[in-house]
Structure formats: structure tokens, C-alpha cells
């Protein structure tokens, strides 16, 4: 029966994570340089578009439909076909099927724009389309029917609350393969890479942090004692990671930066996704710790290795969503959901967690480098020289962020 607090509560929640792709948006622009930054915002909101319908015709059937052996859904829901104002027993008993459809919608619009920070600055826009459309068919809706959908991940006794393997790590080691594939950044002589206006990434980091608490919250698909407590935990891991990650940046650095500190708060985000409903609020602050320590080391680690992740998508949301993904297996408390992790003696939970990390996190690194080898052989998937010098949003959109 469709409780209307609870349908209310889901349908605000979508709005909200509907909010964190404009929130990436501004986000990326601001860390980029000013010559690039129309077109990697543009990357995330054609997201909005793209991804919307292939979610409409076929995405989320093959996502959440009926199982076919483990691997994939079925097309019994294509085009919104029995996706109605009737509850799903498996998808929200007390709120309309296609409230559902539509929360879900959100998380498969924002995770391809998460990668587009890893290649910033030199990718063709016709081919990033193309790339957007075959990787949400080949990574993200499998990754979510294998997790979300009742697939062999699922059926394994894995759980990613939301998503820290669906979300997080596919988007994360999809970037990594993006770099190796597409290549490093035309950098001049002198020339800078700092971030063009901080003031974005500030507000980026706001409307992130905001509409997280409806990625989170909503995963309990109720309004319900475990989305309060996914709320509480959400907050305070975030609140740990920024704090400590200003800390480590400020010893070795010897200054506060403030990138830093917004920084963090993304990684403390992204590292509790999978555990926020999962485990006790101390679980939530001890892994917003950890994030900001080991994704603080995952990007200095990337920094003496030159891998040109421009906007570092791998060593934060890669590695963050990979960790609080193995917290789960560590910290998962029954009296929160239903789920023990090995801090209550479960050792099962923690390897059926590290398994499925492991083999989803290699999957979309693989698919995803063979894709964008793919799409280069049919069209370039990198500008050319003079465009990336010139800067994107001259060369392919023909406009300018601002006139001086």
C-alpha cells in the first residue's frame, strides 16, 4: 500500500540527488582552467538529458527487471511499460513504482559525469557522447542489476547501500582506465593548472554535500529509522574527512587550503555512500577519518606516478568508494539493518564485500578502456593539439565563460 510520507520523503530525495549533477557541474568548473570550464559543466548536465532517456527506453528494465540468470535484467519494463503508481514488493513496498524509477534515475545520470574530471581539458564532445551512451549500457546499469537488481552480487549477500561499488568505484576506476587511454594534457610551458575560481568549487561542494543526504537517506526507500541514521552518518563522516584532511594538507603543505578541506568533504561523502546505513555513527566518523587518510595518499600517490587524472576522480571517489565499500564488511552493525561486519564477528560479510569490490572495480576498468579504444577507432576521441591549447569551449562550443 503507497504510504504518502513515505512517497513524499522519496520523491524529495530524488529531487535532491537530482541537484548533485549541477552541483558536480560547478564543481568541476571551478578546478579546471577558465578556457575549459563551459564544456566540462556541459558534460554533466548533457547527462541530464542522455542518460534520462536511456533510462526511459531501456535502462531501467535491464537495470531492476525480472533476473536473467544472474546477469541481466529483462526488457519487461522498457518504456515505463507496468511501471506505475503500484508498489514494487522489491523496490519500495510503500511507495509508486514509478517514484522508484525515478530515484534511481538520478543515481544513473550523476555516476558518467563523475568520470568526465578525469579527462578534462581533451575530449571531443561528439565522442563523449558516444562514450556516455555505451558506457551507462555496458558498466553502470550491469554494476546496478548485479548489486541493486537482484543479480549474482546481490545474491552472493553483498550490499552497497548506495553506491559505494555501483556509483562510486565503477566511476572511479573508469576514470583511471580513462587515462591511460586517452592520454595526458597539453600543458605549456608556465603555464598554470590551479583551479580557475574556488568560489565554484565552493558551491559545487555545497549543493554536493546537500543532495548527498537524499542519495543517502533515500537509499532506505522509507522514511524510516535507517534513513535518519544514514542522514546522521552521512554529515558526520563528511564532517570527519574534511577536518582531517585539512589537517594532513595543512602539515605538509604548511597552509590551510582550502580545496583541500572542500576536497575532503567530497572524499568523506563518497567513502560513506556504501556503509550510511550500515553502520553506528562512531563507524561513520572512524571511516571519514579513514577516507581522508587513505585518499589523501591515493592522490599523492598518483601525483608521483604522473597519471593525469586531472580532477583526481580515481583517488577520490575510485579509492573512496572501494574503502567504505570494505568498511561495510568491517563495521556493519546488525542492530542498524540487519547486516554484521567483522567488528561483530561476521568474517563472511567482510570477504563476500571484498570480493565483489575487487571484480566490479577490474570490470569497469576493463569495459571502460576497451570502450574508449573503441569509440577512438570509429572517431577521435581526443581534440586536436591547437583545440586543446586554444581551450575547448572556443574551439568545439564556439563560446566563452567570460567576457573580460
Known sequence: MVNSGDTAFMLICAALVCLMTPGLAFFYGGLVRRKNVLTIMMQSFISMGIVTIIWFVIGFSLAFGPDVAGLIGSVKYAFLNGVGLVPSPSYGPTIPFVTFFSYQLMFAVITPALITGAFADRVNFKSYLVFLTVWSLLVYIPLAHWLWGGGFLAKMGVVDFAGGIVVHASAGMAALASVFAVGKRIVRPGEDLVPH??????????????????????????????????????????????????????????????????????????????????????????????????????????????????????????????????????????????????WEGDYHQLLVQLFAVIFASVYAFAVTYVVLKAVNAIMPVRVGEQEEIAGLDQSIHGETAYTL
Not at 317 to 336: E, P, W
Request: with cysteine; net charge positive; proline share 2%.
Open 197 to 342: 575560481d574556488i568560489t565554484y568549487v565552493a558551491l559545487g561542494t555545497g549543493l554536493l554535500w546537500f543532495g548527498w543526504f537524499g542519495f543517502n537517506s533515500g537509499s532506505a526507500l522509507a522514511a524510516n529509522q535507517v534513513a535518519a541514521v544514514a542522514f546522521v552518518n552521512t554529515n558526520i563522516a563528511a564532517a570527519a574527512a574534511m577536518v582531517a584532511w585539512l589537517a594532513i594538507s595543512w602539515m605538509r603543505e604548511k597552509r590551510p587550503s582550502f580545496v583541500g578541506a572542500l576536497t575532503g568533504a567530497v572524499a568523506g561523502l563518497a567513502t560513506i555512500t556504501p556503509a550510511a546505513g550500515y553502520v553506528q555513527p562512531w563507524a561513520a566518523f572512524v571511516i571519514g577519518l579513514l577516507a581522508a587518510i587513505v585518499c589523501y595518499a591515493a592522490i599523492t600517490f598518483r601525483i608521483r606516478f604522473k597519471w593525469d587524472d586531472a580532477l583526481d576522480v580515481w583517488g577520490v571517489h575510485g579509492v573512496g568508494g572501494v574503502l567504505g565499500t570494505v568498511c561495510v564488511g568491517i563495521f556493519a552493525s546488525r542492530a542498524i539493518n540487519g547486516i554484521s561486519g567483522l
